[in-house]
Every structure is written in C-alpha cells, then in structure tokens.
C-alpha cells in the first residue's frame, strides 16, 4: 500500500531520525510500504521522514535507472536484482578520499516538478543495517552515490534545495515558495 508523501515545508522534513532499534515485522512492514511508495511516484529513493516518520531509515531502488554507477556491497558485487529495492536502516556515510565532484540534477518527491544541480563526492562509503538489522558496508559511485547522499540528508533533515548553489536556488526560489505555500493551505484544510 502507497503512503501519502509529505511536501516542502511540512514540519518533519526537518526533524532527525530516531535510531531504528527494533528490527521487528512492523519495521519490515513499514519499509514495504515505503517501497510501495516509492515505486508508485516512480522514485529512485524514499526516505521515512517523507511519509510522516522522524527515523533513520530510507529505501533505494536504481533498477530501472540509465545513469552509470559502480558498486560493492559487502566486499562482492552482487547484481542489483539481488539487492534491490535496498533499505538502509541507520546508514552513515563516509567520502572516500579518492573521491571527485561531480554535478548532477536532482529532484526529490516531496519537492513536486522541481530540480536542480547539485555538487556532491562522486565516492562514497555507507554503512547500514538492512530491515532484518544485519549490517552492511556499501561502496558505490555515480547515481548511486547520490542517490544515498540525497537519502541520508533527509534522515538528518537536511534538504536537496540547501545543497544547491546561490544560483541554482535563486532559479527554483519562485516554485519552492509556491510549494511552501500550497502545503499550508492543504494543512490548513485538512484540520478545518
Ligand atoms: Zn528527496
């Protein structure tokens, strides 16, 4: 079952996740629905805070992606069938010092028609604990790379549109606004 997605600038885009402790069916439940979701926007990543929940965990799925990456997962490169749609419970990223920037456009399902470049590392290192609680040690490039950079700032409440450059922004400022905007009147409507 798809969960309504929250829209900037709802509260709770802004709130650190709380540590996933309890690695139970309701979590594994909770993920499902999240992958749910995600596939039903047709997204590449969905992160809890985007559908109402302050907690470190978020859902990948690069399947049907064209962009290049590169991966390891656990020291092997298992094909991405086997390990996709990917939940990354507690995930803590780490740039490789190897690591270039690149820049790409990004958007963000809680940010409806809007994008815009991005400067992030190219390489990165991510450990997680996947929905049963075992942990993992990703290493991944490219779309992927991103992909979790984008993921992980949501778990910290930090959003794509503060990564962007001056100019980026000041492109995107009209529709953040309007944005911004009709998710208040939809608050307000939904309590009168
Ligand atoms: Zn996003």
């Given at each position: 079952m798809a969960l309504p997605i929250v829209h900037y600038?709802?509260?709770?885009?802004?709130k650190k996740g709380a540590k996933v402790t309890a690695f139970d069916a309701a979590l594994a439940e909770f993920a499902a629905e999240m992958v749910a979701t995600m596939h039903a926007a047709n997204g590449i990543g969905l992160a809890a805070q985007q559908v109402g929940r302050a907690l470190m965990l978020c859902v990948i799925d690069?399947?049907?992606?064209t962009a290049e990456f590169n991966w390891t997962l656990d020291g092997a490169k298992p094909p991405l069938d086997l390990f996709m749609p990917l939940t990354l419970a507690n995930p803590v990223v780490t740039v490789l010092p190897a690591t270039t920037d690149t820049v790409y456009e990004e958007g963000c399902l809680s940010f409806p028609g809007i994008r815009g470049d991005i400067e992030r590392p190219d390489l990165i290192s991510v450990k997680f604990q996947d929905e049963r609680g075992v942990p993992h040690v990703m290493v991944c490039d490219g779309l992927l790379g991103r992909c979790v950079q984008h993921e992980v700032d949501h778990l910290n409440g930090v959003l794509f549109i503060e990564r962007m450059d001056k100019k980026v922004r000041a492109e995107v400022d009209e529709a953040v606004k309007t944005l911004a905007k009709a998710t208040r009147e939809a608050a307000k409507a939904a309590k009168a």
């Open positions: 600038n709802h509260p709770i885009l802004r690069l399947r049907e992606a």
